[in-house]
């Protein structure tokens, strides 16, 4: 593997590892953003695209603090795709994003790893909210949404990729009086 940045904290789930992005990432995401699988996330791209994608992956870290992680199966060593916490400048609130190989939908990966991201931008960061930008067609990303107990807040009209909606995620004090389970 090439250098991770050491500034960007290492998480655990039960089956998952998030761990920095690093160039050895760069052919799974290249074949990701060539796919129509991509669509919902700006795809498809060519490769220098994708490349430039790599990088402010890695410098939302620098620039905020916080950003998206490389996720990987424990035990598989090889990238699935990446979830975490993101706030570049047009978009309206923190937000906690998700996105994932076709290899990897449909065996809740995507749940796991964002409900990771977002108790650390709670218990970590001192987040008190945090919402979710979600294509309306998007219907896998919208179920995402739901099982992590985010609901439907409001439309967000975005200069370049049009009408979003935003899903907002209970705050922690809701969490902390039931959990993701009341809201589900």
Not at 11 to 17: A, F, G, K, S
Not at 46 to 53: F, K, L, N, V, Y
Not at 105 to 113: D, I, R
């Amino acid at each position: 593997m090439t250098a991770a940045a050491p500034h960007i904290p290492r998480l655990e789930t039960e089956r998952l590892i998030l761990r920095a992005p690093c160039e050895d990432d760069f052919s799974a995401l290249e074949a990701f953003f060539a796919s129509d699988a991509s669509k919902f996330v700006g795809g498809p791209k060519r490769a220098d695209e994708t490349w430039r994608t790599l990088a402010l992956l890695l410098g939302h870290w620098t620039l905020r603090g916080y950003g998206y992680w490389a996720v990987e199966e424990k035990g598989a060593g090889k990238y699935i795709g990446h979830v975490g916490l993101w706030f570049p400048h047009s978009w309206p609130e923190p937000e906690i994003g998700w996105t994932l190989m076709s290899s990897a939908t449909g065996k809740g990966y995507a749940t796991e790893a964002a409900l990771a991201a977002r108790t650390y931008a709670y218990d970590v960061l001192g987040w008190d909210t945090a919402i979710s930008l979600i294509d309306p067609d998007n219907l896998a990303s919208r179920a995402v949404a739901d099982r992590l107990g985010a609901r439907f807040d409001s439309i967000y009209k975005h200069p370049a990729y049009g009408e979003m909606q935003v899903w907002r995620h209970p705050a922690p004090s809701d969490l902390e009086n039931g959990g993701v389970e009341a809201y589900a």
